[in-house]
């Protein structure tokens, strides 16, 4: 039986692993992780993350070939196949902080790895690193090494949270890069060999390694891009009285761009995009290549003023103060169906507001009021002028943050809600009751394009809507 060991139980190590049980039923994974909570969660009925479908799968294999455990350096020695999905998150002092890949969790990993194993294994990078980790990854291991041989595959997630089971199960692609040598293909060939359990061989894409590492940063970069144009689309938009919605619509039935990925909203967030071309910008211009870096940069800038746009938009509507006014906030974290807030925009927004002295009340229906509490006193990190990491000068002050568990208690005695996530159930509120009992007048700012304005300015609301004609 093939051993697979994922290093990291994260968004993507649980539920990249959990699949690979399901598809492969003579295949072992142990994923493992330091966090003994993360680790007791996933064996619990709760688990750590929220996924649609994810439950059903973790349920259906747990206990059979899919096993949580702390213990690493056992579950590493063992296996045949490691893949490390820890965190790479942006370096936040030192040499490229505030841009650069923070490779720390992931050098912590190659060091165990190459000092517990005592057999030949394929190590995987799973985590989004910068093109040329493989050789600096290679180098550690190869040192460390006790007579024995690594395989480095570079085998980048594409997954999207919100989405994760569905894209697993069908994804448009999964890419393996190694190395062009008898022993590289010997290794690819392991690994398309798992995958091709329920992926159809032309979806397998082989490439060298740093044309794997380098498609996963040029990719979330083309995401982002995406919606950054469609965001400054929308200022330009509200500026002329054209409707985003058609505008997006008519650019998007062209074949050569089509119709994805290109909904306005108050920003995007999430832990990999903005990190992704953060990373892209550094690796840029350490290659001499400053005006590829300059723009990559602007993808940044234009959501950075996406966020402080909508803000100055909430507080400008509302007679241009919102001291002591109560702002329901419907939805917090970076996307519909996951409960992650990493760089959501709400973190901005919420902010903004309370920076101007409004009270703001939020419901998220998958948000915990200790991640909220958490997200909200961190400082943002300036990546121009970094510094570190500390808890906020000028903070959320708790007493004006409230977190509720009801969409219609957040709105009560509101003078104004802010939708900024796009939660089906957003769509489907009774928004004459929350009109009815919210002070007047009642604003609402729709940061996601969920609402019906036409219907809410029917009720009475002064509805603004992401790159839609303001009210008549
Ligand atoms: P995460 O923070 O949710 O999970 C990483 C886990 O690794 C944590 O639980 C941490 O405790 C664990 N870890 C760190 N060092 C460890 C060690 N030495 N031994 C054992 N466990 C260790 O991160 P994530 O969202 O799953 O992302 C992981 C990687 O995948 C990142 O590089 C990210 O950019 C990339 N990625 C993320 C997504 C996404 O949607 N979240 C999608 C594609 C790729």
């Known amino acids: ?36 909570s993360r680790i007791a969660a996933w064996n619990s009925d709760k688990l750590p993350i929220y996924e649609p479908g994810l439950d059903e799968v973790v349920k259906k294999c747990r206990g059979k070939n899919l096993f949580f455990s702390t ?23 030192g040499l490229g902080a505030g841009k650069a890949a923070d490779l720390t969790y992931w050098e912590n990993a190659a060091r165990m790895i190459a000092d517990v194993s005592k057999s030949d294994k394929i ?32 085998n980048p997630e594409f997954l999207a949270e919100g989405t994760a089971i569905q894209d697993l199960f069908n994804p448009d692609r999964v890419l393996i890069g190694g190395r062009e040598t008898p022993e590289g293909e010997k290794a690819i060939q392991t690994l398309k060999n798992v995958y091709s359990q329920w992926i159809p061989e032309g979806k397998i894409l082989t490439t060298n390694l740093w044309s794997a590492e380098l498609s996963k940063l040029a990719a979330n970069a083309f995401l ?21 919605n058609q505008v997006s619509y008519a650019v998007g039935t062209d074949t050569r761009i089509g119709p ?12 990999c995009f903005q990190k992704d071309i953060l990373n892209l910008v550094y690796i840029c211009e350490c290659n001499g290549l400053p005006e590829v870096a ?47 807030t990493r760089e959501t925009p709400a973190i901005d927004v919420c902010k903004g507001l309370l920076g101007d002295k409004a009270r703001v009340s939020i419901f998220d229906p998958q948000v915990t009021e200790d991640q ?5 006193w961190m400082n943002k990190f300036d990546w121009d002028h970094p510094i570190h990491l500390q808890p906020t000068s000028t903070p959320s002050n708790e007493k004006n943050v409230s977190v509720v568990w009801d969409a219609y208690e957040a709105t009560k005695d509101a003078d104004g809600v802010c939708i900024l996530t796009e939660w089906d159930e957003f769509k489907k509120l009774d928004y004459q009751k929350i009109y009815d009992n919210m002070r007047k007048p009642a604003f609402v700012f729709d940061g996601r394009n969920v609402v019906d ?9 002064i509805v603004y809507s992401i790159g839609k004609p303001l009210d008549p």
């Not at 950075?304 to 702002?327: C, E, G, H, L």
Request: with cysteine.
């Open 224 to 244: 982002a891009q995406r919606i950054s144009s469609v965001n400054a689309l929308s200022s330009l938009c509200e500026a002329t009285g054209a409707n985003v």
């Open 372 to 376: 909220i509490q958490r997200d909200l």
């Open 453 to 461: 304005c036409d219907k809410l300015r029917e009720i009475g609301f």
């Open 1 to 36: 039986m093939v051993k697979i060991c994922c290093i990291g139980a994260g968004y993507v190590g649980g539920p990249t692993m959990a699949v690979i049980a399901l598809k492969c039923p003579s295949i072992e994974v142990v994923v493992v992780d330091i966090s003994k």
């Open 123 to 154: 190590v995987v990078e799973k985590s989004t690193v910068p093109v040329k980790t493989a050789e600096a990854i290679e180098k550690i291991m190869t040192h460390n090494a006790k007579g024995i041989k690594f395989q480095i595959l570079s």
């Open 294 to 340: 300059e723009y990559w940069k602007q993808v940044i800038k234009i959501n950075d003023y996406q966020k402080s746009r909508f803000v100055n938009r909430v507080v400008a509507s509302m007679f241009n103060t919102v001291s002591n006014k109560k702002i329901a906030i419907l939805g917090f974290a970076f996307k519909k169906d996951t409960g992650d």
């Open 260 to 271: 994805k990925f290109l909904n306005a909203s108050v920003g995007f967030g999430g832990s």
């Open 71 to 93: 213990e690493v350096e056992k579950h590493v020695y063992e296996a045949d196949i490691v893949f490390v999905s820890v965190n790479t998150p942006t370096k936040t002092r």
